[in-house]
């Protein structure tokens, strides 16, 4: 997939799959959702309070016909239903609604009763950049705040299957530093070479990886050609792992907000994909959320 518009086409292939929703009485959750179902992307088990879900509908003009609401007006409760309505297979994927990131996390994480699979949870951004020539894949901004080598290598991976289910099928994998050799007193450099090293040996799977890579060097080949890199991610990048949240989220901002890049955003490696999107995000963003975790558990059914 090159851009968004081939992802909603993917999106609305083979069945439609189901969103749960945690606490959807929200204005923009509910237009995120009949948005979604009006595309023919998702449909939607709308979970919590179910006369305010009814009254906030009524009242923004938003068509329920037809859609399955789940009457559970505490919040925590909420959650979990919503968690236990994908274990069930009765959904396909999960969505935060008026609800904190830390209870829906709580209830994915439940030892006996949430998603878990043993792996990191982390956030992979998909971004449509107007003058990038492909999709590009951002991990992590807004999950993991200062990964070690172990949590990154898991990240890495959750990002590349994210990137196969979206259609790539080896995905080029740069680990993002501020320069390109290794510096014992940069940790970001070092793991980036011990990543690079696990992936040729076999041990993250489905990708390649070369690194340490600048930013410059990752996204351009001009870039990389005159800093005389050799490599066959430089230049055609597909995911970009940043070393910390802070360096992720200010890039994924930065795209957003100054280069007008398009986005949409998951939660990987639950059991199923989790959309978890900001109140800053907008309507589009929201629509190729779920498109995105559409297509995400369609590859993993």
């Known amino acids: 997939m090159q851009n968004f518009s081939s992802l909603l086409a993917a999106a609305k292939q083979g069945p439609v799959r189901r969103v749960a929703v945690a606490v959807a009485a929200d204005a923009e959750v509910l237009a995120a959702v009949c948005d979604a179902r009006k595309a023919g992307i998702a449909e939607a088990v709308l979970v919590g309070d179910g006369a305010r879900i009814r009254a906030i509908a009524a009242q923004h003009g938003y068509d329920l016909a037809g859609m399955e609401v789940c009457d559970v007006p505490d919040n925590i409760q909420a959650a979990r239903t919503a968690v236990q309505l994908v274990r069930q297979g009765r959904a396909h994927m999960l969505m935060k609604g ?11 994480l439940d030892k006996e009763e949430g998603l878990r699979t043993g792996r990191v949870l982390s956030h992979v951004a998909v971004l449509e950049v107007p003058t990038y020539h ?20 898991e990240i890495l991976q959750n990002a590349v299957e994210v990137a196969r289910a979206l259609g790539v099928v080896l995905p080029k994998v740069a680990p ?34 070369s690194g340490p ?41 930065s795209l957003v907000y100054l280069a007008v890049a398009k986005v949409a955003g998951i939660i990987a490696g639950a059991a199923a994909p989790i959309v978890l999107t900001s109140r800053s995000d907008s309507p589009e963003a929201k629509l190729l959320s779920i498109a995105c975790a559409s297509v995400v558990a369609g590859g993993q059914a």
């Open 98 to 108: 008026l609800i904190g990131t830390a209870d829906i996390l709580r209830a994915v």
């Open 134 to 153: 492909k999709l590009l894949f951002l991990t992590d901004g807004g999950q993991n705040i200062a990964p070690d080598l172990r949590q990154k290598a």
């Open 176 to 209: 993002i530093c501020a320069i390109e050799v290794v510096n014992p007193k940069m940790q970001a450099t070092v793991d980036a070479a011990l990543l690079a090293a696990m992936a040729s040996r076999g041990e993250i799977t489905n990708c390649i990886v």
């Open 213 to 253: 890579l600048a930013l410059d060097g990752a996204i351009s080949a001009e870039a990389a050609a005159h800093k005389g890199i050799k490599s066959d991610v430089a230049g055609d990048v597909d995911i970009l792992l940043m070393p910390d949240i802070e360096a992720g989220n200010i890039l994924y901002k």
